[in-house]
């Protein structure tokens, strides 16, 4: 399988970067490795991951990484991962976002 990124995802990934290096920049290069790494266990075993019980899908599973939540969705032999957020946050897809992965 091919692990994907929605431009979604990246744009969550540079937030993260952006929001943890104001106080180290070194640690937010680190962190952001962690959740890529994270990320790609999908491709390994994509349906490890829990299903995302907001939507209930069973293609759209998610990981929880130290408090962080990837969100990935399953189409064929790719993962695309569609979020990257903070646990406590509401997660922020609709079925538009989840619809982009096929373009």
Do not use: C
Request: hydrophobic share 40%; aromatic share 10%.
């Amino acid at each position: 399988m091919r692990l994907r990124w929605t431009l979604g995802a990246r744009d969550d990934l540079v937030a993260i970067a952006r929001f943890i290096a104001e106080d180290n920049e070194s640690a937010a290069r680190g962190w952001i490795g962690r959740l890529r790494s994270q990320a790609k266990r999908a491709t390994r075993f994509p349906k490890s991951g829990r299903v995302v019980p907001e939507f209930a899908r069973d293609d759209l599973r998610e990981f929880i990484f130290q408090g962080y939540r990837i969100v990935y969705l399953i189409r064929g032999d790719d993962v695309f991962v569609v979020s990257v957020f903070e646990g406590h946050r509401q997660i922020r897809l609709t079925d538009d976002d989840l619809a982009r992965t096929e373009e």
